[in-house]
């Protein structure tokens, strides 16, 4: 990877990197038992500001779904905290609101409800045939720079809030689109950016959250330099706390003048974390790699996979595990038939799983509020003792307790 440079501070990554190799794309489901292309991930942390980000991001017709239903959530129940806050922080001055992005109509409506006016642009500058995939968060992060946003306040105005909430993650040149944002600001209008916060990953060692979507990996000090960077004061922060992962949510004003530099950010516990999960990804994969031998059993035909997000998809692959996965578990229709990236079965109803009398051991890759709710579902394999292990690092009932298992 010659030259390449932080999307931050543009200091050469030049460091240690968490390399995986040969891994499909997390959303290239298919309809038969095909062979799909593979990639390397390379994750980069930044020896001057520490931002996280991939060496060099996949390119973008690259991650295009290829179906239609490849879509994604994102946590909103602390969606109206953020929305008082800011209309408290506009004294009642806000009278429009623009959302930029798929994930921001539940800031939208919380804002309509105290009688904005509110938009949700497309601003994806892209719009391709079908054979081609359909366009989604890559694309979406393609339109947010500075040319494409001016065109398009010149269609629809400006606004006097700007919700961006998880797409940021996605750019690849977040420098450059929350800079561009400010073609869509009216005069004392406030940007809210929402990011994924990966301080509770790092520290678990948890490689479920690896994902060639996300070419920028955040924790609050690097958001903060990335927001003074691109030229704006941080008026108010949030951290919304999540059962994985927390959010980071930054309200922004432009500041008068740009900061010209980033600091240098040697302190603190992000490098020792960082170093730690490079360090424990081979370990994890052997164990999870021996347990899923013996959890196979002698037909080798004794693993499930329950839930088949892009989590599980990563888990699976990072982890050497797909080739020993013979039940693939997931209640979504769309999803039913499908194989999943890397896998050699498709995806069935939580129905055959409990008619498959092989099943020894299932993996959960689902959110543990909800996973006491799908044991119970469950329970006629419990009563025959299959075992049951959650992917996520650290949470109770974890095939992997945590990154200090190894040490």
């Known amino acids: 990877m010659p030259n390449a440079r932080c999307r931050l501070c543009s200091e050469v990554l030049n460091g240690s990197a968490l390399s995986l190799q040969r891994i499909p794309v997390c959303n290239r489901f298919t309809a038969k038992p095909e062979v799909v292309e593979r990639h390397d991930l390379s994750l980069y942390q930044c020896r001057r500001c520490q931002l996280m980000q991939l060496g060099v991001p996949l390119p973008v017709e690259a991650v295009r779904p290829r179906l ?44 309509a409800q105290r009688g904005l006016h509110v938009s949700a642009l497309d601003v994806r500058p892209m719009r391709s045939d079908r054979d081609c995939g359909y366009p989604y968060l890559e694309t979406w992060q393609l339109g947010l720079n500075a040319e494409h946003l001016s065109g398009i306040a010149r269609l629809h105005g400006t606004a006097d809030i700007v919700s961006c909430r998880y797409l940021l993650e996605h750019c690849h040149d977040p420098l450059g689109a929350l800079r ?29 959250f690896l994902w060639e979507e996300h070419v920028s990996y955040f924790v609050e000090t690097t958001l903060r330099h990335l927001c003074a960077k691109a030229g704006y004061e941080m008026i108010g922060f949030h ?78 692959n990072a982890m050497d595990l797909s080739a020993h996965i013979t039940t693939a578990v997931d209640d979504d229709p769309d999803k039913r038939g499908y194989y999943p990236p890397g896998f050699k079965v498709p995806v069935v109803p ?39 292990r959650s992917i996520f690092a650290g949470v109770p009932g974890s095939l992997l307790p945590g990154s200090t298992q190894w040490h």
């Open 350 to 388: 939580s129905d055959a799983l409990l008619q498959d009398t092989k099943v020894r051991a299932c993996l959960f890759a689902v959110a543990p509020r909800i996973e006491q709710k799908i044991r119970d579902r469950l329970r006629p394999l419990c009563a025959r003792g299959v075992t049951f």
């Open 180 to 208: 561009g944002l400010k073609h869509l600001l009216a005069t004392d209008g406030v940007v809210i950016v929402e990011v994924p916060d990966s301080t509770r990953f790092l520290a678990a060692c948890d490689y479920s």
């Open 68 to 111: 239609p239903w490849i879509k994604y959530r994102e946590p909103d129940a602390h969606v109206q905290a953020v929305a008082d806050h800011v209309l408290n922080e506009l004294g009642g001055k806000a009278v429009t609101s623009f959302g930029v992005g798929p994930f921001d109509q539940p800031l939208l409506d919380r804002v």
């Open 239 to 316: 951290r919304a706390p999540g059962e994985l992962e927390d959010a980071l949510v930054a309200i922004l004003r432009p500041a008068q003048d740009e900061c010209g530099d980033v600091p240098a950010s040697p302190c603190g516990s992000i490098p020792e974390l960082f170093a730690s999960y490079i360090a424990n990804l081979a370990p994890s994969r052997d164990f999870v790699s021996s347990w899923a031998a013996k959890a196979a059993g002698p037909s080798g035909h004794g693993l499930a996979l329950y839930g088949i997000g892009h989590q599980a998809v990563m888990f699976a």
